[in-house]
């Protein structure tokens, strides 16, 4: 070959080289952790590595519930879990070719080495990268959700299976239910955390979440009705077993009805959450978005965002719906008169709150509240 037709190869196209063919995450990770130039170099190949690899953690929550197929027929299909547990992988093969539903824990070495849930972020080696980016700063948060999008918009608004170990120390369940997976979108993630920056963000994006309501729900089929995931407002999307444990509504919910299997816990759209957590002005931002906080939503057993501010005295947001109830968007006399699946009333979660007088400041805001909308109403009805 003549020397004047020859290209020279210089060692950061070498570099480049090795890094475009390398498809092992931890392998690009020693890369980049051994100079600035490399992390530059490996960073979006990482980004494109892990968003790929989070695809098989994409749920149809049918899958777990109604025993439908996973979202994914090939080996994609199979979790962390399974791919560092052979037995698992066998397992859920098994699983695959009879249908059968398996909601057992996972194993906690291949998904969290933290014993409880609450206590702890999710494990960064453990989440999907939207998740994690739902935890970040603002600035970071989004900028990651930015690139994610880019590379595949179907992961802003999915449904990716989490670590779901109980929360023991404060679990409001009995002890020896285990709950085995969690099925959350970063809406939800960001509500539990209060980062209203990242709410805001993913809200801007509602049209993504087409996803979830057209390819993540195919089990409903008769199920489909007009209060179903069909037509619901993509804010209200449940999130199917979360962390809500610091709320104190599901002892009232579960009150003289023993709870056999991790199915007859209710789901949680991203404003329970937020409410659960405490998290008043990601709540509000999320109402104001258009969450449903008067009636339950689906797969939530009945239990409605007012009965859990009530249950936990949140007066500020008790206050908030006081103050805006003039708005249509907070019109909605049935709340004060809903019933859970159980057949509970309302006024009943206030008996979740331990201090008398904090009960009836309680009271009396619900009381304020009915009267604000017999007031609306009573125009309509004359």
Same mark, same amino acid.
């Not at 494990?123 to 970040?136: F, H, K």
């Not at 309680?362 to 004359?382: I, N």
């Given at each position: ?157 999915? +449904?990716?299976? =989490?670590?779901?170990? *109980? ?8 002890? $020896? !239910?285990? #709950? ?51 037509? +619901?407002?993509? =804010?209200?999307?449940? *999130? ?8 104190? $509504? !599901?002892? #009232? ?130």
């Amino acid at each position: 070959m003549d020397e004047r037709t020859m290209t020279p190869i210089f060692p950061c196209e070498i570099f480049q080289l090795i890094v475009h063919e390398t498809r092992d995450f931890e392998t690009l990770r020693a890369l980049s952790l051994t100079s600035k130039a490399l992390s530059i170099m490996t960073t979006p190949h990482m980004l494109r590595l892990a968003v790929t690899q989070d695809a098989r953690r994409i749920r149809d929550p049918g899958f777990l519930v109604y025993g439908g197929r996973a979202l994914f027929d090939d080996d994609s299909n199979i979790n962390a879990a399974t791919i560092q547990d052979p037995e698992g992988a066998k397992a859920q093969s098994r699983r695959k070719q009879t249908g059968q539903v398996d909601l057992a824990p996972e194993p906690d070495r291949a998904i969290s080495n933290h014993p409880r849930r609450c206590d702890q972020e999710i494990r960064d080696a453990a989440a999907p990268v939207v998740l994690w980016a739902a935890l970040q700063p603002p600035r970071l948060a989004t900028e990651l959700l930015a690139r994610v999008q880019h590379l595949d918009p179907k992961h802003i608004w999915s +449904m990716f299976l =989490v670590p779901s170990t *109980a929360c023991r120390e404060h679990w409001p369940l009995p002890r $020896h !239910l285990a #709950v085995g997976h969690a099925l959350e979108a970063p809406l939800h993630v960001a509500a539990r955390h209060g980062n209203t920056q990242v709410i805001r963000w993913l809200l801007q994006r509602q049209h993504l979440a087409v996803f979830a309501q057209s390819v993540l729900w195919p089990h409903l089929g008769q199920h489909r009705t007009s209060s179903s995931l069909g037509c +619901m407002h993509p =804010v209200n999307l449940p *999130a199917i077993q979360p962390c809500v444990c610091p709320s104190h $509504h !599901l002892k #009232v919910h579960f009150r003289d009805r023993p709870v056999q299997a991790p199915t007859d816990l209710p789901w949680a759209s991203a404003l329970h959450i937020a409410l659960a957590h405490s998290q008043l002005d990601a709540a509000k931002l999320l109402v104001d978005t258009g969450a449903d906080w008067a009636t339950g939503q689906y797969g939530t057993k009945g239990i409605s965002a007012l009965m859990i501010a009530t249950a936990n005295a949140l007066f500020p947001f008790l206050d908030y719906l006081i103050d805006a109830y003039h708005q249509p968007c907070f019109q909605s006399p049935s709340a004060i008169h809903w019933e859970d699946g159980f057949s509970i009333h309302i006024k009943d979660y206030a008996l979740a709150v331990g201090s008398v007088p904090e009960r009836r400041m309680v009271t009396r805001r619900l009381a304020a509240l009915e009267a604000r909308f017999s007031k609306t109403q009573a125009p309509d009805d004359s």
